[in-house]
């Protein structure tokens, strides 16, 4: 059963909202039963499952961080070491490979998050330079667009990655660390548009982002800046003008839509709900965790152990997010031990397309048009993508 109701004022009023000429909101959310998600809804069809191949000697994957597919069906995907893009055509097959580690045309220090564009451009973000480096679908080199020390922004503008482009500029995401306290603590992601034309600077929203503990070790307060379990905010393009955002607190999706003259907020329930974390389960996945520790390692990890125990007491719904012009596939969290990462597809309407379990030695690295692409290591630490076709995604 599918319910549709106003978003409660109260929830909106959590999220800061910024008093500039983009500040009409508009709400509405979309509530999936649970119960029903199984019966209900089409398992994913998967078709075929293709390796990126044929790479010349020395460009080996290693590092893979992220990979963009355009409308041919075709794979760009950017590899750090060494520090290249790297494409492939629609049946997995090496083409060309572009950039290389500089400041010049065409040149990054560091390859951040990658998205297509309208007509099949791809953008590549480098956070070190704090710049987009554009290129065509054939790999060549188009233009640089740098983000550095907009006219208006406040001192220390910096973002972290690249959205999106719309009609009003570019999207960015930047974040402002929470300070080092006992107990939990939130960074706050806030979502910008760059106007180009005049290198000039709008503040959207600010978000939660992610959650942070700290507890003291016996010298002073440390960090889980990473919690087994993080209940962290994910933010991931949506199409041209779209950011899709999530809390795994909440279990809400937002899809924020950014035109020129206002903002529209559509809130969307996610049909996996926060679940409670039984102490066997915590444990178990925190022996998973120190696994790769010595005897002797692990003798010193018990305090921590049992801090990570004290901190994990629930499983957020949603442990990550990608989003692409079609929808958002959004993963659930999964016990250690279950047989694959169950995701789910969402349209931008907030209806559900299909779900499946993916193996749980991928790493979701970019979608788009039916295609998944994902990285994965072997247990000789060998590095290699792979393209899943969905034949029922749209």
Not at 4 to 25: G, K, T
Not at 129 to 158: E, H, I
Not at 193 to 219: H, K, Q
Request: aromatic share 8%; hydrophobic share 40%.
């Amino acid at each position: 059963m599918m319910l549709r109701l106003q978003l409660n004022q109260r929830r909106l009023d959590r999220f800061e909202r910024v008093p500039i000429r983009y500040a009409s909101l508009l709400a509405s959310a979309v509530i999936f039963g649970f119960g029903g998600l199984k019966g209900q809804v089409p398992a994913c069809q998967m078709s075929s499952r293709s390796p990126l191949v044929n790479a010349p000697s020395g460009m080996e994957f290693s590092g893979v961080g992220a990979a963009a597919v355009f409308s041919t069906g075709a794979v760009v995907v950017a590899n750090r070491d060494p520090l290249a893009l790297q494409f492939y055509d629609r049946d997995g097959q090496f083409v060309r490979s572009v950039g290389r580690l500089g400041e010049g045309p065409g040149e990054f220090k560091l390859a951040g998050s990658l998205i297509r564009l309208s007509g099949d451009t791809i953008a590549l973000f480098d956070p070190v330079l704090q710049r987009a480096v554009l290129f065509s679908s054939d790999g060549t080199f188009g233009r640089t667009v740098s983000f550095r020390a907009p006219r208006n922004a406040a001192v220390g503008f910096a973002p972290i990655g690249l959205i999106g482009r719309g009609a009003a500029g570019w999207i960015v995401t930047s974040v402002v660390r929470a300070r080092t306290t006992l107990g939990f603590s939130r960074d706050t992601f806030s979502m910008s548009v760059f106007a180009e034309a005049d290198s000039t600077v709008r503040l959207i929203a600010r978000v939660p982002g992610l959650e942070r503990y700290g507890f003291d070790n016996g010298r002073g307060v440390a960090v889980l800046g990473t919690p087994l379990f993080s209940a962290g905010g994910f933010v991931a393009p949506a199409g041209a003008d779209r950011v899709a955002y999530v809390d795994g607190n909440e279990s809400i999706i937002r899809l924020y839509s950014i035109g020129r003259d206002a903002i529209t907020l559509r809130a969307i329930r996610s049909p996996y709900k926060v679940a409670p974390l039984s102490k066997a389960i915590g444990e178990a996945a925190i022996r998973e965790k120190l696994a790769p520790l010595n005897p002797e390692q692990l003798n010193r990890a018990r305090p921590l152990q049992v801090t990570m125990l004290k901190y994990v007491q629930r499983i957020p719904s949603i442990g990550g997010m990608h989003g692409d012009g079609e929808g958002v596939w959004v993963r659930a969290y999964s016990r250690p031990g279950e047989p694959g990462q169950p995701w789910v597809r969402l349209r931008l309407d907030g209806t559900v397309q299909c779900n499946t379990l993916l193996p749980n030695d991928w790493r979701i690295l970019g979608t788009g048009f039916g295609r998944i692409v994902a990285a994965r290591t072997d247990d000789e630490g060998i590095e290699s993508v792979v393209v899943q076709t969905i034949r029922n995604q749209n």
